[in-house]
T-cell receptor
């Protein structure tokens, strides 16, 4: 069964304390792995797409990496404004184009 | 502003009522989606339309009926609302037939439905 699992469920960091979020997946053929950020009361905001193992994408303090079984979202020297829920989703290699989401990691960065 | 918009943002209603949620996108995308986010924050696909054609119809009760009058609009009508329908409903859009992109989906702000 296709599955996306994110860990940890919640993460508290001090400002400046770097860490990583994990997204592991089991799908029959990956056609893209997506990272989103979701703030309370808002819709998910697109961050990155990764397609092939070994690929990396960066945006400000965030860097996403991909292997054949998992993806990491590395947060370097986070700031309080990075506090949000980070969602991972995968798209299967079929015609449906649907995304299968994980349950997210709630990140809190304290000043 | 270019965006995906939804109305209403909040919807509180009694069990058994019928309600609709509207979605519009001005990103020029050809595919739109409805997702349901439950209390545990899981986002689950419900429906998708590509150029007004239904292409995804997950295991959703028949009480839910999507309608796409044109490729910029996708509405969701729910009949005979039940307590378990309480959730946040998100609309999203993407460009399916881009040939290059991986079809990133862009989400609306959500509609919080509360059934009493």
């Amino acid at each position: 069964e296709d599955q996306v699992t994110q860990s940890p469920e919640a993460l508290r960091l001090q400002e400046g304390e770097s860490s990583s979020l994990n997204c592991s997946y089991t799908v029959s053929g990956l056609r893209g792995l997506f990272w989103y950020r979701q703030d309370p009361g808002k819709g998910p905001e697109f961050l990155f797409t990764l397609y092939s193992a070994g690929e990396e994408k960066e945006k400000e303090r965030l860097k996403a990496t991909l292997t054949k079984k998992e993806s990491f979202l590395h947060i370097t020297a986070p700031k309080p404004e990075d506090s949000a829920t980070y969602l991972c989703a995968v798209r299967k290699e079929d015609s449906s184009y649907k995304l299968i989401f994980g349950s997210g990691t709630r990140l809190l960065v304290r000043p | 502003d270019t965006a995906v918009s939804q109305t209403p943002k909040y919807l509180v209603t009694q069990m058994g009522n019928d309600k609709s949620i509207k979605c519009e996108q001005n990103l020029g995308h050809d595919t739109m989606y409805w997702y349901k986010q439950d209390s545990k924050k899981f986002l689950k696909i419900m429906f998708s339309y590509n150029n007004k054609e239904l292409i995804i119809n997950e295991t959703v009760p028949n009480r839910f009926s999507p309608k796409s009058p044109d490729k910029a609009h996708l509405n969701l009508h729910i009949n005979s609302l039940e307590l378990g329908d309480s959730a946040v409903y998100f609309c999203a859009s993407s460009q399916r037939n881009s040939g290059v992109s991986y079809n990133e989906q862009f989400f609306g702000p959500g509609t919080r439905l509360t059934v009493l």
